[in-house]
Nanobody
Framework: QLQLVESGGGLVQPGGSLRLSCAASGFTLDYYAIAWFRQAPGKEREGVSCINRNDGSTYYADSTKGRFTISRDNAKNTVNLQMNSLKPEDTAVYYC?????????????????????????WGQGTQVTVSS
């Protein structure tokens, strides 16, 4: 069972930056998709970004492309989300999620579609507030 712990949330002004980290443990299979989701009050949980833990391929939602960067450090078992040019509409609880797979092609599909229901392991979430 994967365990995920997020850190790095906080309050930032519009245009500012934050870096979220997800510390993971319990990897047992060969392939993993690790993603960031977010949920604002009264809204559904939405995918933000995803990374293939094995080959480092990255995927982004249109709303974050060009502003957010996802990266991995397999030696430290961490996945980071660098968020730049933050906007008030980025305010949400951010969750790290992961899903194991026995084949690489499934990891690609998990990251392309970024559906919360497809991911089985979740962190507790970290609040990001963008406000002046």
């Amino acid at each position: 069972q994967l365990q995920l712990v997020e850190s790095g949330g906080g309050l930032v002004q519009p245009g500012g930056s934050l870096r979220l980290s997800c510390a993971a443990s319990g990897f047992t299979l060969d392939y993993y998709a690790i993603a960031w989701f977010r949920q604002a009050p009264g809204k559904e949980r939405e995918g933000v970004s995803c990374i293939n833990r094995n080959d480092g391929s990255t995927y982004y939602a249109d709303s974050t492309k060009g502003r957010f960067t996802i990266s991995r450090d397999n030696a430290k078992n961490t996945v980071n989300l660098q968020m730049n040019s933050l906007k008030p509409e980025d305010t949400a609880v951010y969750y790290c999620a992961a899903q194991a797979s026995k084949e690489a092609a499934q990891v690609h599909r998990l990251c392309v579609y970024l559906r919360p229901a497809d991911f089985g392991s979740w962190g507790q979430g970290t609040q990001v507030t963008v406000s002046s």
